[in-house]
């Protein structure tokens, strides 16, 4: 009997410095944003830019990639902007909600109806100072 109390005691030690491992490397949601902004600027300068036409001889996926870079901080606070966390002490999961529009220069946005336009939604885990995207969809 002694050593079946010894083995609970042991274990609720053992769980408690595992609890307390996943609450310190919880990552805060400015890490999520660097994070979640790396992912979109790899998206948008592999997928959306690379499937640009040239027109006219404009190299527009040239001018893409170039307006991503040069909106690297835009495109965080973005990100900041349409971002929920919800934090379990342990972990956190993180919801952000783009809708395209938001990403394209005002003189853009007069050309193209929003309506036109994608929402993404995109679902991720953080914990262990690492974050995971678990779901990534197009809503329209």
């Not at 919880?26 to 890490?31: G, L, T």
């Not at 404009?58 to 919800?86: F, G």
Request: aromatic letters at 10%.
């Amino acid at each position: 009997m002694k050593g079946w109390k010894v083995g609970v005691f042991g274990g609720a030690i053992a769980l408690g410095v595992v609890g307390a491992i996943l609450v310190a490397t919880n990552p805060q949601q400015s890490r999520y944003n660097e994070y979640a902004t790396a992912k979109l600027v790899t998206y948008l300068n592999d997928s959306f830019c690379a499937d640009l036409p040239n027109l006219f001889g404009n190299d527009l996926q040239e001018q893409c990639v170039e307006l991503v870079a040069e909106n690297h901080s835009e495109l965080q606070e973005i990100v900041a902007e349409n971002t929920q966390r919800q934090n379990f002490g342990v972990v956190s999961l993180y919801r952000t909600q783009l809708r395209t529009e938001e990403l394209l220069p005002e003189d853009v946005k007069s050309f193209v109806p929003a309506s036109m336009l994608p929402t993404y939604e995109v679902e991720s885990i953080g914990g262990l100072q690492q974050f995971w995207t678990y779901r990534a969809e197009q809503q329209r």
